[in-house]
């Protein structure tokens, strides 16, 4: 957390615990015609699985009555008498207002010689996709939605670069709708391709290592669902670069759950598909296809309500699972014969939380947290520790970057508007 949220946290409470003495006071000290407007009370049963529930106050939830904005505008005007008369509101608000205008930078994501992340000065609405040519060359603004929208309601929603980082696919949607239209531009020149697919909510992407094109998730169309539906039935299928995303091809999905949440990922080498699909938020399973052979998605886990999380590079699978482990630990199983009675623990559980492990040169990239501390540790593929590194707070770690030497370059995101490349 930085230290200029912190210190927006320690006024806000400063400021709120003073409205509270001081509303209070006024609130005793004053007549009952001094009260909050009070809302009408207007008899409303619904009937539930065979239980009768009241609620009087079932109008106000139709905010476009003109009782309930009247209420709303009462409502207002009375708070508005406590806050107005209290000391130091204008200090408070220039003092907020400073801070809250830093601004925010991401953690940057490699793509072959490319670095991207967003940043968004304090005055602006959205952040913007920067890009830069390797570690030392200029930042280049790529994706600006603030010039799409006068009133800076197109969000960008979620970016991801191709393996080289020749191209990113990215969302972006209107007025906080989330409904991402997903759309590809070329890095070196900034051109917008013609590849333009709906409904792409946070969607995931794996980009074929030729750049041709690419997997990801969408949801249905309207009417292609019961009404209201729309908003499930996440489904996955493969994209070419320049067809007709009508005509995109469904790898997994059909039959599920319509609240399966799927999510994509492609081996090194492009031979293994690993699907994840997330059933609420304490249960995951992982598929893995062979797109070799064209063989079904298969399932690698058991249906067991514990999750799992996975990469495949060389052939090897490896899965950081909370599996009869509550602070996780890591296995590994070779991607041909992934069963679970294949796996092979190489990271047992110890007494820091295991975060996340990803593959870095045909290492282990371990992150964990303890006493709200974040380490790292680098280990061999069977797991035996190379070496670690500790913060004395939380971190936002970037996986997957090595120094030009081989040696471990991790990027930590920390307070303010600079990201570093630590040793």
């Excluded at 909510?201 to 729309?230: C, H, M």
């Excluded at 047992?348 to 380490?375: F, H, R, T």
Aim: some cysteine.
């Amino acid at each position: 957390m930085s230290g200029a949220f912190r210190l927006v946290q320690g006024l806000l409470f400063v400021c709120i615990f003073a409205i509270a003495v001081v509303a209070d006071d006024t609130l005793a000290s004053s007549s009952s015609s001094s009260r909050p407007p009070a809302a009408a009370k207007k008899p409303f049963e619904d009937k539930v699985q065979g239980h009768t529930i009241s609620d009087p106050y079932r109008w106000l939830e139709d905010s476009s009555s003109s009782e309930t904005q009247k209420w709303v505008s009462d409502e207002l005007a009375y708070t508005r008498t406590l806050l107005d008369p209290l000391p130091g509101r204008d200090l408070l608000h220039k003092r907020l207002g400073e801070l809250l205008s830093i601004g925010t930078i991401s953690a940057p994501q490699l793509g072959g010689k490319y670095y991207f992340y967003t940043k968004r000065e304090g005055t602006q609405n959205q952040p913007v996709l920067f890009v830069r040519e390797g570690l030392k060359g200029s930042d280049r603004a790529l994706v600006d939605v603030n010039a799409l929208a006068a009133d800076g309601t197109i969000a960008l929603d979620w970016w991801t670069p191709s393996e080289d980082g020749k191209y990113v696919a990215y969302g972006t949607s209107p007025s906080g709708s989330e409904m991402s239209t997903l759309h590809v531009i070329e890095t070196a020149t900034g051109k917008l391709l013609p590849d333009s697919i709906d409904r792409t909510r946070a969607a995931s992407i794996a980009w074929k290592l030729d750049n041709s094109g690419f997997y990801y998730t969408r949801y249905p169309k309207k009417g292609d669902v019961a009404e209201g539906q729309e908003v499930y039935y996440r489904h996955i299928f493969y994209h070419a670069l320049g067809a007709d995303p009508a005509q995109d091809r469904l790898i997994f999905g059909e039959g599920r759950d319509p609240e399966d949440w799927l999510d994509v990922s492609l081996a090194n080498d492009g031979h293994w598909l690993l699907i994840t699909v997330a059933q609420g938020w304490t249960k995951t399973e992982l598929y893995l296809q062979n797109l070799q052979d064209g063989s079904a998605p298969v399932r690698i886990t058991e249906g067991k309500n514990f999750l799992y999380g996975g990469e495949v590079f060389n052939g090897k699978i490896f899965i950081t699972t909370n599996e009869d482990a509550p602070r996780y630990r890591a296995f590994v199983a070779d991607a041909a014969s992934p069963a679970r009675a294949n796996w092979k623990e190489i990271i047992p559980q110890n007494d820091a939380v295991l975060q996340g492990v990803s593959i870095v040169n045909g290492q282990l990239l371990a992150g964990y947290e303890k006493n709200a501390s974040s380490q790292l540790r680098l280990l061999n593929a069977d797991g035996k520790l190379l070496g670690s590194a500790t913060r004395n707070r939380k971190c936002l770690w970037n996986w997957g970057q090595m120094g030009p030497q081989g040696g471990l370059r991790c990027i930590s995101f920390f307070h303010g508007s600079r990201f570093r490349f630590p040793d």
